[in-house]
């Protein structure tokens, strides 16, 4: 099996503040890992860097043996759910999901193909993809930000804190979901 993620001496400094302290680990293909710590530790700020939304203070991200330190965060191929799942407000969810394909120049009539297909998988209705962030319920944003997450067929998916902010039972169905879930399977393997 061979190692999807491996993260080298990784630290960040938001100015004095080391939020990430030299976290070495690999992860293998297919395989789920979860950070576990208190507030502040540092997790929201690990999966930026993983995602390349911020650059290391120190230390080197691979993907599949490959040094992606340095590349930016449209060409890593993950996707990354926020916490707050960081829609924009003022977009349909359908071009919120097509969002990651049109940055990326895929075609129209392929975005609208890939935007129906995860629509389906992840259970958005084409009612709730004409509505905006504002008029879905909390549940409904969270399945956006998943496909917004998914449709561009990412190797790797990072999740922050993703059962924050749900119901008891939402908790419970996307705890199982998640468990459920594969990238490899939806899309085949790489
Ligand atoms: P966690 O997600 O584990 O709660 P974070 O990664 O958000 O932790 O934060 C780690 C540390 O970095 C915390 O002490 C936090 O206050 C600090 N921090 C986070 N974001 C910023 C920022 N933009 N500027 C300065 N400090 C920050
Ligand atoms: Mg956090």
Same mark, same amino acid.
């Given at each position: 099996m061979t190692n999807k993620i491996r993260l080298e001496n990784l630290t960040y400094c938001y100015s004095d503040k080391k939020a990430v302290d030299n976290i070495t680990l690999s992860l293998h293909s297919g395989k789920f890992l979860t950070i576990l710590g208190p507030s502040g530790c540092g997790k929201t700020t690990a999966l930026k860097l993983i995602g390349g939304y911020l650059s290391p203070t120190k230390g080197?991200?691979?993907?599949?043996?490959?040094d992606i330190t340095l590349t930016d965060a449209c060409s890593r191929k993950i996707g990354m759910v926020f916490q707050n799942y960081a829609l924009f407000p003022?977009?349909?969810? +359908? %071009?919120?999901?097509?969002f990651p394909l049109e940055i990326r120049n895929h075609s129209k009539t392929e975005c609208e193909k890939k935007i129906d297909a995860i629509s389906e998988?992840?259970?958005?209705?084409?009612?709730?993809?004409? +509505? %905006?962030?504002?008029?879905?319920?909390?549940?409904?944003q969270q399945r956006v930000a998943l496909a917004r997450a998914l449709v561009f067929e990412p190797h790797l998916l990072l999740l922050d804190e993703p059962l924050a902010n749900l119901d008891r039972v939402l908790k419970t169905k996307l705890r199982n979901e998640i468990r459920k879930f594969r990238p490899y399977r939806c899309y085949g393997p790489r």
């Open positions: 080197s991200i691979f993907i599949d043996n490959i003022h977009l349909s969810a +359908r %071009k919120n999901i097509a998988l992840i259970g958005l209705t084409q009612k709730e993809l004409e +509505r %905006k962030p504002s008029e879905l319920s909390g549940g409904q």
